[in-house]
């Protein structure tokens, strides 16, 4: 009787324990990360922090010929300066295939996504522009990176630092 009772329990603590399905999401809060950018064979890094009023600073480190090529992304518009040129456009003039609007438009559809779990992989499908992509993630949101296939872009985020929950 001890032993169906105990198989009963451990049965019991195996179903709840698969049962627990946590609604983890994409955490969006990042302050500074890093990410490196394969692009169709061509590669790209930059450092990206997020600044106070919501808008992204993107540093260019690599490749050699465009270090030094800051990009300041907000909702509306992007500012670039490059060897003291500076231009300024609509966030809708830039091509959509580009790394930076590609990145905002994933971060931006799956922030609000659960987090899907296949054989301790963690990650959010979708589409966005007639783009497929995957957003790969830690257990608990955190982004690792972008991988949208047939496109041939590949973006892995580096050296992540998360807002603390008091300057949210």
Same mark, same amino acid.
């Given at each position: ?51 106070? %009023? @919501?808008?992204?600073?993107? =540093?260019? *480190? ?12 907000? #909702? &509306? ?51 966005? %522009? @007639?783009?497929?992509?995957? =957003?790969? *993630? ?12 047939? #496109? &041939? ?16």
């Amino acid at each position: 009787m001890k032993r169906l009772s105990v198989v009963v329990l451990c049965f019991v603590f195996v179903l709840c324990g698969c049962g627990s399905n946590k609604k983890v999401k994409v955490k969006t809060d990042l302050l500074t990360f890093g990410c490196n950018v394969d692009y169709n064979g061509d590669k790209y890094s930059f450092d990206v922090k997020t600044l106070e %009023n @919501g808008e992204m600073d993107c =540093l260019v *480190t690599a490749p050699q010929t465009l270090v030094g090529m800051r990009c300041v992304i907000g #909702e &509306k518009k992007v500012k670039i300066d490059y060897m003291g040129m500076e231009i300024e456009k609509s966030t809708n003039e830039l091509p959509f295939g580009s790394a930076v609007s590609l990145f905002f438009a994933v971060i931006k559809d799956a922030k609000d996504k659960p987090i899907q779990n296949r054989e301790k992989e963690y990650f959010v499908s979708g589409k966005v %522009n @007639g783009v497929e992509y995957t =957003l790969n *993630t830690t257990d608990d949101g955190i982004p690792l990176s972008i991988n949208c296939e047939r #496109e &041939k872009i590949f973006m892995e985020f580096v050296k992540l630092t998360l807002a603390k929950a008091s300057e949210k």
